[in-house]
């Protein structure tokens, strides 16, 4: 009979300490959040007689996120600065936009974005006609 009880006490112990962390992991304070990917879009689009330049950057959850975009003339096949802008702020997307009149011609915009430790960009090419 005391052979049976320490053999089950002992194997009692064996299973704690497995399962231990386990259960010391599930607390309300600790909000356990998924790795997620930014999502970096960019663009310009038209806006009146003016154009928009624009970079999204979006998240799986929400955290601090920042966004920012360059928009670049093509000149040659040189790269000729035009404007930027960035934007921050918390949530699960961030946009960060400014209007600019343009002339025709083609037009480089570069995205950026950050979330928590993550980065990422994009780009894209767009012909004013």
């Not at 259960?23 to 909000?31: G, M, R, T, Y």
Request: charged content about 10%; glycine content about 10%; overall charge positive.
């Amino acid at each position: 009979m005391k052979r049976r009880l320490v053999s089950l006490v002992i194997i009692m112990v064996i299973c704690l300490s497995f399962a231990g962390n386990a259960l010391a992991l599930n607390s309300d304070e600790v909000i356990m959040q998924p790795f997620s990917t930014l999502s970096i879009a960019c663009g310009l689009s038209a806006s009146g007689s003016q154009y928009k330049v624009w970079a999204r950057t979006k998240s799986g959850f929400s955290d601090d996120l920042t966004a920012s975009v360059s928009l670049y003339q093509v000149v040659n096949g040189e790269e000729v600065f035009i404007t930027s802008a960035s934007a921050s702020g918390t949530g699960t997307m961030i946009t960060a936009s400014k209007l600019r009149t343009l002339t025709s011609g083609t037009y480089k915009v570069y995205g950026y974005g950050t979330g928590g430790t993550s980065s990422g960009s994009n780009s894209s090419t767009v012909t004013i006609p």
